[in-house]
């Protein structure tokens, strides 16, 4: 039995086979994830039940056992109705959790279309679909370096 937080072995895989750069997407329930895949990138479909698990979970997940350099949101178009709304509330509980994790890095959005670009490229390698009912949810994540001890 594993002593990590993360126990997903398809997910331990891929993380442990990406690179510098390379995408981790952890996708709300409404992502067009089966249509929106870069060339190389892994599937692996974590919907339990509505709401469970969601992208916060996952994060915490993922940042226990890789480093990030990039946050990436899927930013919302200014001609959106929900832009005047301000930034999502689940954007604050991602915020919560990089600082627990230790992370000083800033959630960067980046628009709707340049934002399902970004993610089938050829740095993406895997989409972890969640049932997440959040709006503007979708976390695209590029992994950092690890530094000597």
């Known amino acids: 039995m594993l002593k990590t937080t993360l ?3 398809e997910i331990l895989k891929c993380c442990a086979q990406a690179g510098h750069h390379s995408k981790i997407l952890i996708a709300d329930g409404n992502y067009p994830a089966a249509t929106k895949l870069g ?3 892994q599937l692996v479909s974590l919907q339990l039940m509505p709401g469970i698990p969601t992208v916060a979970q996952v994060l915490e997940a993922i940042l226990s056992e890789v480093p990030i350099d990039i946050f990436n949101t899927m930013g919302i ?3 959106d109705e ?3 709304a301000g930034d999502p ?9 990089m ?3 230790g992370s000083s890095r800033k959630l960067e959005p ?3 279309w340049d934002f399902y670009s970004a993610v089938e490229s050829g740095d993406h390698i895997l989409t972890i679909q969640t049932a997440d009912q959040a709006l503007w949810a979708n976390l695209l994540l590029s992994v950092g370096v ?3 001890e």
């Open 7 to 9: 126990l997903h072995p």
């Open 77 to 79: 178009d200014p001609s």
């Open 39 to 41: 060339p190389k990138a």
């Open 146 to 148: 690890r530094t000597p």
């Open 99 to 101: 600082q627990q994790a």
């Open 89 to 97: 509330p689940v954007w604050e509980e991602y915020r919560q959790i």
């Open 82 to 84: 929900y832009a005047d």
């Open 110 to 112: 980046i628009m709707k």
